[in-house]
């Protein structure tokens, strides 16, 4: 018997995929059809926030439902409250690096400059980093929560083209101040999720 046994969680061993669907206009994600399902329980961590995301040709929408206060901003992200959305539009699960079909956006619920793509590639797979002023953020915060509504159109999303490709692959992870993240199907502490594109999930575009 090891004397310190490793901690082996269950998503370490699956490709998870789920269906994403779509989405006619700029609607309220609040609908349980959009809602992502929770692995908080098979990461070991406390969940505190409900995610919906749905496509469209012309954007990807995501909607964070968030049940703390989520108004302490950092300039060093991870320190406060923030959110982080990893997307690769080919979802190719190409381990090891990152390539210029993948993103790393990151979200604020308040302030003047309230989304970033800040993706780190290789020098020989890059695309142009998207322009903040491009992606919608809308939130509503109270004391002790938050609706945050993201729009990342598809000129922020390099190589999205529903019309071909039928899937994207994406993770998240909603940092707070002084406290544990949470993570969509990815531990913070045993991956760097910015680097592990092959471990984000694959999301099916449906109807």
């Known amino acids: 018997m090891l004397d310190n046994p490793i901690d082996l969680k269950a998503l370490n061993f699956f490709d998870v995929t789920i269906n994403c669907y779509k989405v006619t206009s700029k ?43 989520f108004s302490n901003f950092n300039e060093d992200f991870r320190k406060g409250d923030s959110i982080e959305i990893f997307i690769d539009t080919r979802c190719l699960k190409t381990k090891g690096y990152l390539t210029k079909f993948c993103h790393h956006f990151v979200i604020y619920s308040e302030g003047q400059n309230r989304a970033e793509e800040i993706t780190r590639f290789r020098q020989d797979e890059m695309h142009p980093l998207a322009d903040s002023k491009t992606i919608e953020v809308e939130s509503i915060v109270k004391p002790n929560s938050a609706i945050v509504n993201v729009s990342i159109p598809s000129i922020s999303l390099f190589g999205y083209n529903p019309n071909e490709i039928s899937s994207f692959s994406f993770s998240y992870r909603i940092n707070r101040k002084d406290l544990p993240p949470q993570n969509f199907s990815i531990s913070s502490f045993e991956h760097l999720i910015e680097k592990s594109s092959h471990l984000w999930v694959k999301m099916n575009l449906k109807e």
């Open 27 to 69: 609607i309220n994600l609040l609908n349980k059809k959009y809602l992502l399902p929770s692995f908080s329980s098979l990461l070991n961590e406390e969940e505190f926030a409900k995610v919906y995301v749905g496509w469209s040709p012309l954007a990807i929408f995501f909607l964070f439902d968030i049940d703390i206060n």
